[in-house]
């Protein structure tokens, strides 16, 4: 015999089921139109990608400086950073940029532009061009130097933000980014790019202490 008990245990198991499941059916809706914005920002993705590789900065060769710092800077602006700015330091530049929100917390973020030194002869595909080649098993796939470490998934972060700016969607977290041109030599200026870094951020925090001070006042004077 069926008892009470097992009825409401059964019941119980089946309504967490469809309250999980129309979680994720939500989830995803919410997500949806993120989602179609990928898909339609795909080319220009890829394009982005391919143009950071052919833009070359390596600091053993003192190549591509400042230009990387400057396409960087560019980089984070085109992808919704307010504020991106090239940072000088004692050796290759930084870059500090910040995305606002307004939301009440902040992720830091880190980020190289440089890569390693490369000899053309011993790639099967030109370092700087960035071709997309037919490689089995994987497939399709992008060859050139800073492909895997580390443009490439720095890219695929900036296409995230451009497809959620895409879709009319707001960041649920503020933004701060440093960015170093000398990763692939020991990083030996980060700690001098952070310190400059932070003085940025407690510049823009007094400003806007000051900024609320002024109101204040003219509100209660």
């Known amino acids: 015999m069926y008892s009470t008990t097992r009825f409401f245990k059964s019941l119980a198991v089946l309504l967490a089921v469809f309250a999980l499941a129309a979680h994720r059916l939500i989830a995803a809706d919410e997500h949806a139109d ?3 914005e990928i898909t339609k920002r795909h080319d220009e993705a890829v394009r982005r990608l391919q143009d950071w590789i052919a833009q070359v900065s390596i600091a053993a060769e003192n190549r591509g400086y400042p230009e990387g710092a400057e396409y960087m800077a560019k980089l984070a602006r085109d992808a919704g950073f307010q504020n991106a700015t090239v940072i000088n330091t ?16 902040t992720v830091g973020l880190y980020f190289m532009y440089d890569v390693k030194q490369f000899d053309p002869s011993e790639w099967s595909s030109p370092p ?3 071709r997309i080649v037919d490689k089995p ?11 895997v470490n580390q443009k490439g998934p720095e890219a695929a972060f900036l296409a995230a933000l451009h497809a959620i ?40 925090i007094c400003c806007q202490l000051q900024q609320i001070h002024s109101h204040v006042s003219v509100l209660t004077d």
């Open 34 to 36: 993120i989602k179609t």
């Open 90 to 105: 004692d050796g290759k530049p930084g870059v500090f940029a910040t995305l606002d929100a307004g939301a009440p917390k």
């Open 128 to 130: 700087t061009e960035a």
């Open 137 to 147: 098993p994987l497939g399709k796939v992008i060859i050139g130097r800073g492909a």
């Open 165 to 204: 700016r895409g879709a009319g969607k707001k960041m649920q977290v503020n933004l701060v980014l440093a960015a170093e041109g000398e990763e692939e030599i020991g990083s030996p200026h980060i700690p001098q790019l952070v310190r400059r870094c932070v003085s940025r951020i407690k510049c823009a």
